[in-house]
């Protein structure tokens, strides 16, 4: 088996539909594949739909919710093909997108992870690729340079970044097998970044392909009710990234910093219309204390135990 298609899906049955849909009209010829789907414990009818559909799926239904390290990984795992194209469910392929990466990997064996240009549903690029966190990228961000200096998307050709978001990456599964997959204990934010890390200290390198493009409908984002649960479960994501890969003074600079930026966006926004300033000082309450309040990580607990008690 040459590629494994790895689709996560939590209550997303008309995008996964979608995506699946995308899988199947864009594979390019002659490579032979596969399409997994983790359900993730979804009450939306998903698993019916993709059972109904006329494509050729193997499922993996969870009867508990998990993070999206533990389900990415969980796919890795099962998979048979050497590559694997890790997909949200919310990533629509565009025409040439698989190829181009598969190309990518091929020409750059020293590459474990290829990734693609995210576009916004109405076809705009995406930032999807960054320098990896730390004091140098904190410093950048809170001197407002972070477009300029830290984000690595964009252009023409591959190249090599930091870290690149998981939403359409194709991963040689023998190199996370070798860094022992995902870390389970990032629930959504930051796995993927961590994982970048883990795959780069090893000696590997993290690819972004423009020429590879993907629809990204952002469907946690859009989801307005959770926007705060979001908010807690980033700043936890990246606060648990620097406590494991930089020194307690480094950690405490970023910190620092960060706090900066999120205060100078907060007093910005108190003043300039069309801005939430309510929204900023939730994100500066956070990065101060990032382990505080309820994150997405909870409402799949409350969600688990709900179905354990038959409700």
């Known amino acids: 088996m040459d590629l494994s298609y790895c689709v996560v899906n939590t209550n997303g049955r008309e995008l ?14 002659g490579v032979e594949h596969e399409v997994i789907v983790l359900d993730n414990a979804s009450d939306d009818g998903s698993l019916r739909a993709v059972r109904a559909s006329p494509y050729a799926v193997r499922v993996i239904a969870l009867d508990r919710r998990a993070g999206k390290a533990e389900n990415d990984s969980t796919l890795l795992r099962e998979a048979h093909g050497g590559l694997c194209l890790l997909l949200n469910e919310d990533s629509e392929l565009c025409p040439g997108a698989t190829r181009a ?26 930032a999807c690729a960054w320098r990896l966190p730390g004091v ?37 599964r023998s190199a996370a097998e070798a860094v022992g997959w995902l870390d389970p204990d990032f629930f959504v934010y930051s796995d993927e970044t961590d994982f970048c890390k883990r795959l780069r200290d ?3 390198d993290v690819l972004h392909v423009p020429g590879a493009r993907a629809v990204h409908h952002d469907q ?15 700043h936890r994501g990246r606060d648990r990234y620097l406590r494991k890969h930089v020194s307690p003074a480094e950690h405490l600079v970023a910190q620092l910093l960060g706090a900066w930026f999120y205060l100078a966006l907060w007093l910005a926004a108190t003043v300039l219309p069309g801005r939430d300033p309510r929204r900023y000082l939730l994100h500066l309450r956070q990065q101060v204390r990032p382990w505080n309040g309820s994150g997405i990580r909870e409402a799949a607990e409350r969600h688990n135990q709900q179905l354990a008690s038959g409700r």
């Open 220 to 234: 946690l984002s859009n989801d307005q009710e959770s926007e705060r649960r979001r908010i807690v479960e980033f």
């Open 202 to 204: 090893t000696g590997w």
């Open 136 to 172: 140098r990228t904190a410093v950048f961000t809170a001197l407002f340079l972070h477009n300029r200096l830290v984000v690595e998307s964009g252009g023409t050709g591959a190249r090599s970044v930091g870290w690149a978001q998981s939403s359409a990456m194709l991963v040689r």
């Open 101 to 126: 990466l598969l190309d990518a990997l091929e020409a750059n064996p020293d590459a474990a992870v290829a990734a693609a240009q995210l576009l916004s549903p109405e076809g705009e690029p995406k």
């Open 16 to 29: 996964l539909m979608a995506c699946l849909a995308a899988i199947e009209r864009t594979h390019p010829a």
